[in-house]
């Protein structure tokens, strides 16, 4: 759904930013096979310029009554700062898309906004070059985790956003390292 007004990438999850935004959930573990526990719910949703992702991944019981995890800093594995280096070794959120032209994008960013992407194109060349101007912002709290990322659709070599009727392939993954889950 088009949202109304830009999204301000802050990392805050403005309900009144997201109101008009697609909710997605059922998250599973994908080690385990089963409902991932904490859930995370993505938001999406988008204006004339950019898609927009709102992640959000509870806090679990186990990780607030852990000694060690009860410092904020301490909730998220947090190491890599480098453009495009291996941030899912870290605890991460990615965004893997593919318009209807066939290109495969991927996207991943840690919980200190490093970011690492790249694309592949329909016939497999990848182009590890692939730098667009996209914008993350995470925040944690004993809520949990939230990340907001603003991908300009210019950057996915569109015009504009997705006409009606157009499909797009979407997979959404958190990686949690702290906690060791992968969905």
Known sequence: ????????????????????????????????????????????????????????????????????????????????????????????????????????YRLTANGLNTQYEYSISPEGHIALKWDPRWRTASQVSMAGWSMEMALPFADLGLKG???AGQSWQLQLTRYWRQLKEQV
Request: glycine residues 6%; negative net charge.
């Open 161 to 163: 956003p997705p006409g």
């Open 1 to 104: 759904h088009r949202t109304r007004k830009p999204v301000s990438i802050d990392g805050e999850l403005d309900p009144v930013e997201w109101e008009h935004a697609s909710i997605v959930t059922g998250f599973l573990d994908s080690r385990a096979m089963s409902a991932a526990e904490p859930q995370t719910t993505v938001r999406m949703t988008y204006d004339d310029e950019n898609l927009y992702l709102g992640f959000h991944s509870a806090m679990s019981a186990e990780a607030i009554n852990m000694p060690e995890m009860r410092l904020q800093h301490g909730m998220l594995k947090r190491t890599r700062t480098e453009h495009d280096v291996d941030v899912e070794a870290d605890d991460a959120f990615r965004l893997e898309l593919v318009p209807p032209e066939g290109t495969l």
